[in-house]
């Protein structure tokens, strides 16, 4: 057996394993800067009652962010809180810890915001923030990671799920879904893919959390009090792709 074939069994039998502690009342705070897909992917799985928790707040620093309507849609809390009417990074991050601190969140959920927290906003949250990034961590941290992948001719790429630490996407990864890269794949082909997969795994992620089975140390993530390998725990393509109904027979 591979240690993908390891990791993905480990995987299924961690979702089959759910005893975890109650988890009522357990509140989420979601930042976005643009459509929110994420956000939907995170708004869907309340609904059916799969997220462990409440999304009692959505917060853009971009105003016209397509996320804020999806928030309205479900009833949600829709804060715009634009980054260009403070002079300093330092000045928007002490004004966003305040909205955040109002709706008293178990949790904050980075779900493609685009904006680098200073270590004041990090350490005020740390272990209580998650963040989705399209590639598997370590590899590809920043920007441009699909166009990057693609430059080296890798075979495997994917997203995670990750604390966030003072370090840019460098904080202990809890999840990943890979993906096979084709010789037909081209920029817009992995993004859509990869989207598929962060919709897929985002929210197990956040239920982990709130469920008390995932947790933040210094040293690394752990899941039922067992520390995870440095990527976190990971879904192969084939059982990503057989959760999403995708075909198999795109060989990389």
Request: overall charge negative.
């Amino acid at each position: 057996m591979s240690s993908t074939d390891h990791n993905s069994s480990t995987f299924n039998d961690t979702l089959n394993d759910m005893t975890a502690e109650p988890a009522t009342a357990r509140r989420i705070v979601v930042l976005i800067s643009g459509s929110g897909s994420n956000l939907q992917a995170l708004i869907d799985a309340q609904r059916h009652d799969r997220l462990g928790g409440e999304i009692v707040a959505v917060i853009s620093n971009e105003p016209d962010a397509y996320g804020l309507k999806r928030a309205l849609e479900a009833n949600i809390e829709a804060v715009a809180l634009p980054h260009r009417e403070y002079d300093s990074r330092d000045a928007y991050d002490g004004a966003l810890i305040k909205v955040i601190e109002r709706h008293e969140p178990d949790l904050i959920v980075l779900a493609g915001f685009m904006r680098i927290l200073t270590p004041r906003f990090v350490q005020r949250f740390l272990g209580r923030v998650l963040n989705i990034h399209p590639s598997l961590l370590p590899a590809y941290q920043g920007l441009n990671t699909h166009a990057r992948a693609l430059a080296e001719g890798v075979a495997l790429h994917g997203c995670s799920v990750h604390f966030v630490t003072e370090e840019l996407d460098g904080g202990p990864v809890v999840l990943q879904a890979e993906l096979s890269v084709t010789s037909e794949d081209t920029v817009e082909t992995l993004k859509e893919k990869v989207h598929a997969r962060e919709h897929l795994i985002f929210p197990i992620a956040v239920q982990w959390f709130l469920e008390g089975r995932l947790k933040y140390t210094a040293e690394s993530a752990t899941m039922d009090g067992h520390p995870l390998p440095p990527h976190g725990m990971r879904l192969s393509h084939a059982d990503a792709a057989e959760e999403l109904d995708e075909t198999l027979d795109e060989d990389a």
